[in-house]
């Protein structure tokens, strides 16, 4: 009985070791991860000494390479004023999404921040459609409340 028990003990300790060591590799030492896929299939790899069979793809990933940030512009805007403004990427950078949000206390009565409805008139990519997205613009954000409030337009940028 004890015999089984020490053979079961090193057959384990050895599943730990093993598995431990191909954790240890997988992402290699830059943070790459190697796939192969083929058809519905991807599968992670232990590169190099694992290759993709001829029939897959190699697929690298690697999570860290982006690095996105968020940029914002913030305004104050007084009881029935209205204001446009842009959250700007850094120089070399690339806008990928953005948005608008109130800061501060919510409104006293109905929803403030309108243009001929319930939401600014345009929230999107700065420049236009087919240029390169260089920031953030939220255009006719109007202020229906009786006092200030600040509002904050955000890109989410990354290098370019």
């Known amino acids: ?3 089984w028990k020490a053979i079961v003990g090193v057959a384990v300790l050895g599943l730990v070791v093993g598995a431990g060591i191909a954790w240890a590799t997988i992402p290699d030492a830059n943070g790459v991860l190697h796939t192969c896929y ?3 299939n991807w599968r992670v790899i232990n590169a190099p000494p694992e ?3 001829p029939s897959e793809t190699a697929l690298d990933v690697n999570p860290g390479a ?3 940030v968020i940029r914002t512009e913030t305004h104050t805007i007084a009881p029935g ?3 446009t403004f842009t959250a700007h990427c850094s120089p070399g950078e690339v806008a990928t999404g953005g948005g608008w ?3 501060g206390p919510t409104p006293v009565g109905p929803l403030w921040i309108t243009t001929q409805g319930d939401v600014p008139q345009s929230s999107s990519p700065e420049p236009s459609a087919g240029e390169v997205p260089i920031g953030w613009k939220v255009i006719g954000a109007v202020n229906q409340d009786s006092s200030d409030h600040d509002v904050t337009v955000f890109a989410v940028c990354a290098p370019a």
């Open 66 to 68: 982006v690095h996105a």
């Open 101 to 103: 949000r109130l800061v």
């Open 81 to 83: 004023a209205s204001h």
């Open 38 to 40: 083929k058809n519905n």
């Open 1 to 3: 009985m004890g015999r």
């Open 51 to 53: 290759t993709c069979s």
